[in-house]
């Protein structure tokens, strides 16, 4: 299976590989850049070589990179609107630089108070804005939208909502999904049992189809079910709890896909403790076979 983490780039993005190496990483997720501001670091060319060599000779696939968290592509305000669709197309520039392989993943936006059919609609022009240029580009990274909690105007925390955005996309097969269980659990989803994950993923299938799922962010959640806080836990320390991680991570329909953790960091040992914890899970019968059947 392939289990990782959010690594930091501190010091080099090279130095991330080495980082998720020692976290007994064989997928990881990373910024690019600063993920706080608009400034953009160039990517010194023996920076990129470092970085591709310790890939190369990690067993780490795929890499997948978080966009920075002021990019809004539902932003009413033209100048933001605009400012975010080149700091997106700079990130695959950079993702394509980094990867053979590229995933970009971001959250779709806040609508800011304009209202949430008028975001959808914005993030559906920005996305198409993107993907044409970057095709004008060469660039051949793939976007992947991130389900949401739902906390202020923030679109993405239903999958009928992403489905609206994905199905406005012209160039389809650049578009996949990222699951968060911390977002969903905060958006109503009930993810700390059987017969809410069945239900859940019932519901990405009808609206999404679950071939779109590319990536989970495994987190468990501060608060409680339908919060809309967007607060991760430690793995079983939250209200999710040990029991719907060991089902998730067994299910036959999410097992194949890599496992990203974005769990607090307190200190250096907490990424191991949640990894080893989430291994420690794998293959773990609840006592209904046909659930983990492959």
Known sequence: ???????????????????AVELDCNTMQIFSKNASTWREKVL??????????????SNINPVFIHTAYLINLASPSEELFFKSINAF??????ADLLLTKPYLITHPGAHAGAGEEYGIQRIVRALNIILEESTDLGLKTMI??????GSGSHLGYTFS???????????????????????????GYDLSHQEGIIQTLEEIDKYLGLEQL????????KFPLGSRKDRHMHIGKGYIGLEGFRIMVNHKDLKHLPFVLETPK??????LKNIALVKSLINIDTGDGSLYQS
């Open 266 to 271: 307190h200190d250096e040992k907490d990424d």
């Open 214 to 221: 590319k990536v989970i962010h495994l987190n468990d959640s």
């Open 144 to 149: 992947l939208l991130e389900d949401t909690a």
């Open 161 to 187: 909502q992403l489905k609206r955005m994905m199905e406005g996309v012209k160039d389809r097969k650049r578009v996949g999904m990222c699951f968060d269980t911390c977002h969903a659990f905060a958006a």
């Open 1 to 19: 299976m392939k289990i990782g983490c959010h690594i930091s780039i501190a010091g080099g993005i090279d130095n991330s590989i080495i980082r």
């Open 89 to 94: 197309l700079e990130e695959m520039k950079r």
């Open 44 to 57: 010194k060319k023996d920076e990129l070589e470092r970085f591709k060599e310790n890939l190369k000779n």
